[in-house]
């Protein structure tokens, strides 16, 4: 009998922890099926000369089984979605996590499923996102005026950046490095590992500790294939699936440390805000928040900030 051919796909360098928590899911499925499954993972599709987002529809259409994608490219499909890309809604990864975790992350799943026929497996962390720049250091929305800066294809993300002066350009993973490397755009953001691990922090010396987003991205798989898999199969994955979410989340708070670590030794210049420079930012962008506030479904943005916690408490 041929083994089950599970195929993941993803868009960073082999050191990445999206990687080598995928790495830890083929792992689960072996220890558990052992040679019923053949796990083969190509970790960086950009290095092929794909766009990352071409993923998406290789999963939706059942080319690959699986793929972690940033679910920024998501809101098309999934308005609500969109309120994991506001501006500095998440304090901390636990709050994200409990609500990736509960009832946000199963209305999303189930949105998902229904809009693109995914099956949602986990939701990785997608790390607070930073700014880097090559002109100035970043201490006020005044410094972000006429910086151009690559963006993700979020229309959010995109709206917060003008309302604090920079020039969104939204571009692919794949173009990313070419445009820092040429100047085609002065500033950028990702997390740290990211900025460290694509060699962003060679042409960009300023970094701001901003963490002005927190990202997820989602372990999609193809829905139909899921569902036509023996259902030792399909538990053997949801197991692997929640060890490798597990071990990524421990890496991404790691990875945070040792990445400001390498930044700071290789001389970049880190600004770390203070409560009031990080206010000003806040209420640049507050007005965003308020009316996408106002769009969302009942219960969706309440259920990533709390009850408690209104648009205006953001501000």
């Known amino acids: 009998m041929q083994p089950i051919l599970i195929r993941c796909g993803g868009y960073q360098p082999p050191a990445s922890i999206h990687n080598r928590a995928a790495e830890v899911l083929g792992k689960g499925l072996a220890a558990r099926l052992g040679a019923s499954v053949r796990f083969e993972l190509d970790g960086n599709i950009v290095a092929r000369g794909h766009n990352a987002a071409d993923l998406l529809e290789w999963v939706r259409t059942g080319k690959i089984e699986l793929c972690y994608f940033s679910t920024s490219y998501l809101a098309e499909a999934v308005p609500e979605i969109a309120v994991l890309d506001l501006p500095f809604l998440v304090d901390n990864r636990e709050q994200a996590y409990a609500a990736l975790d509960g ?17 949602v497996l986990a939701y990785f962390d997608n790390g607070f996102r930073h700014w880097s720049n090559r002109v100035r250091p970043i201490r006020a929305p005044a410094d972000c005026r006429g910086l151009r800066i690559r963006t993700l294809f979020s229309a959010t993300h995109q709206e917060a950046f003008r309302a604090l002066g920079f020039e969104p350009v939204p ?50 798989c193809n829905g139909d294939t899921f569902a036509s898999w023996p259902q030792a199969v399909r538990d053997a994955v949801i197991a692997a699936a929640a060890e490798a979410t597990a071990a990524q989340r421990c890496m991404a708070a790691e990875e945070d440390v040792e990445a400001l670590a390498k930044l700071t030794a290789a001389g970049c210049e880190v600004v770390r805000l203070t409560d009031a420079e990080r206010g000003a930012f806040i209420r640049a962008v507050a007005p965003i928040v308020d009316r996408h506030h106002a769009e969302f479904p009942p219960g969706v943005f309440e259920a990533l900030v709390g009850g408690a916690r209104t648009a205006g408490a953001a501000a």
């Open 103 to 119: 009832s946000l992350g199963e209305r999303l799943s189930e949105r998902l499923a229904a809009a693109r026929g995914y099956k």
């Open 171 to 220: 571009l692919d993973v794949k173009d990313l490095l070419a445009a820092v490397r040429a100047g085609t755009v002065d500033a950028q953001d990702n997390p740290l590992t990211n900025i460290y691990n694509f060699a962003i922090h060679a042409q960009h010396r300023h970094i701001t500790l901003s963490s002005h987003f927190w990202g997820a991205a989602a372990l999609l």
